[in-house]
């Protein structure tokens, strides 16, 4: 007999037999089974449906409580699905650490995992998109100097990327099973797009420019190598002092058995922003 919370996706062994889990249930059935705060609910509110469960709009993980405000009745699949996106961010994460909680794939993208927006500072007009236990050192002039030249450069469990200003500037991160197609439309739009590879043991990647605050959101992933593909827009947006402008960056990864050096897979045919 398990108990199974559907949040963390963490188990529980009650027991060998159901009447173990019995014994657990009926040894505090208000706490354990919620037994009160279901029966003055139902009062109120009339029974379920057999297929319907309550669920919290604020999680019980995230200091979510049992009052009526912070509950609302949406199918038992649904509850699950909603849940598993959260238990899939939790997993892997130790008690008070930060974490960038995701929205639910859209319907139409079936291989999208993960989605995030984030604000990264782009020091020096560059960003690292690294292994949360990675760390870069001092590689010396020539690794910069790639990296200026082609807005792409990779060291062991780090791949460095382009900005054209020293800012915060946009950045999505998508998370995909599969790589996107060769024609899509993105790819024809993107005035710059680089790829690289990148090994993430730790399962949490972190996206700055050599900053390791903690209260920085990490976005788990399974842990393996991945291909990184940058899509930077908006690079003939500035004004003329280069300070002001509307460029963004779309980071998407996806698994990958093979090293991808790193690359230049469309150039931007002028001299490239922030240089």
Known sequence: MVRFDPEAAERTILGDSLDDG????????????????????????????????????????LGGIYEDDNLTV??????????????????????GAYFHMTPTPPPDDPDLLSHHELEVFADYSTMLVQDD???????GPAWFE???????NAAPGIVGVGAARPFDVPVIVDVRRTPP?????????????????????SGRLLISMQDFDDELPRIPLTPGTYVVRVYSHGLDTFSEDGLDGEDRYHVVLWPTDEEHPAQVIKRYPEPLPGG
């Open 22 to 61: 019995a014994l657990w249930l009926l040894a505090d059935p208000d706490v354990r089974g919620a037994r009160a705060f279901a029966t003055s609910w139902q009062d109120r509110h009339g029974a379920l449906a057999h297929d319907q469960r309550l669920i919290p709009w604020r999680l019980f993980a």
């Open 74 to 95: 949406k199918e038992a699949a649904q509850c699950m699905r909603i849940r598993g996106s959260l238990a899939q961010t939790l997993h892997a994460l130790p008690d």
């Open 133 to 139: 236990q990675a760390r870069l050192g001092d590689p």
């Open 181 to 201: 197609a060769d024609n899509t439309l993105e790819l024809q739009q993107a005035q710059h797009v680089t790829e690289a590879s990148l090994a993430v043991p």
């Open 146 to 152: 790639a990296l200026a030249t082609n807005w792409i």
